[in-house]
């Protein structure tokens, strides 16, 4: 079952057409990467997914709900989280706290203003899980702007998933980290439930061969090629365009 579906969208920036005639599919507990050349779209697209962006024409169904207009926090409780390609998380915060706050957002506890968030048996509990589950506790205290940053690639993915997502956008995961760290931290996404929806932008094609069953190709802001990554892989545009031969390699 389709759980996203963009019909025919396209956004340009005065006269640069970042994206045009976008369609694409994702069904649900699907692993999607998508791929292409630096300044192909694909940023661009996640923004227009996750709403950091308005497409001048088209439609972003998302469970069957036109979301092209809905601003970035209802797509947000709709279900949609996102990663970004350079960490985005509160520096002087600690560890605990950035995913104690991200779990409050959601909203599903009741607070009155003058009581601590840890006072909430709840959000405690579901900080303190979400700690012990990613391997965080250790760090719990430290402040995020003195991690090692491939702890805060990690911490930021935890904070994504801490409001139970139906779909995951992650943005160059490993983008930065080391091979260690990388292969790592490829483990951990590997693991997420089956159930969870997964898009990613990959510029390293063996970590998007491990996590992705479906690949989209994008080129000048169009899709080149989408399917299987065994079909796509073996689309003679896209080795011309992207992948390159095995002479070339």
């Not at 292409?36 to 169904?61: D, E, H, M």
């Not at 159930?195 to 094609?205: N, P, S, Y």
């Amino acid at each position: 079952m389709s759980l996203l579906q963009i019909e025919s969208a396209s956004i340009s920036f005065g006269g640069v057409q970042a994206l045009s005639d976008i369609w694409f599919s994702v069904n649900e507990g699907e692993r999607r990467a998508i791929v292409g050349p630096n300044g192909a779209g694909k940023s661009t697209l996640f923004n227009v997914i996750g709403g950091q962006l308005r497409p001048s024409s088209g439609k972003i169904l998302f469970r069957d709900r036109n979301i092209a207009t809905l601003p970035v926090y209802a797509r947000a409780q709709a279900g949609l989280a996102r990663t970004w390609q350079i960490t985005n998380l509160f520096d002087p915060l600690s560890v605990y706290e950035c995913i104690q706050i991200a779990i409050a957002s959601k909203g599903t506890h009741r607070r009155v203003f003058w009581r601590s968030l840890d006072s909430y048996t709840g959000i405690r509990a579901a900080t303190e899980a979400l700690l012990t589950e990613w391997e965080l506790w250790e760090i719990r205290d430290k402040p995020v702007q003195d991690l090692a940053y491939g702890q805060q690639r990690l911490l930021e993915i935890v904070v994504a998933l801490s409001g139970n997502p139906v779909l995951l956008l992650m943005d160059e995961p490993t983008a930065g980290l080391s091979p260690t760290e990388a292969e790592r931290l490829t483990d951990l996404i590997r693991q997420l439930p089956n159930t969870m929806t997964l898009i990613i932008i990959e510029h390293d094609m063996a970590v998007a061969y491990a996590l992705a069953q479906t690949m989209t190709v994008l080129s000048l802001g169009r899709v080149l090629a989408q399917g299987p990554i065994d079909e796509v892989r073996a689309n003679p545009e896209v080795v011309e365009v992207y992948l390159g031969s095995d002479s070339d390699n």
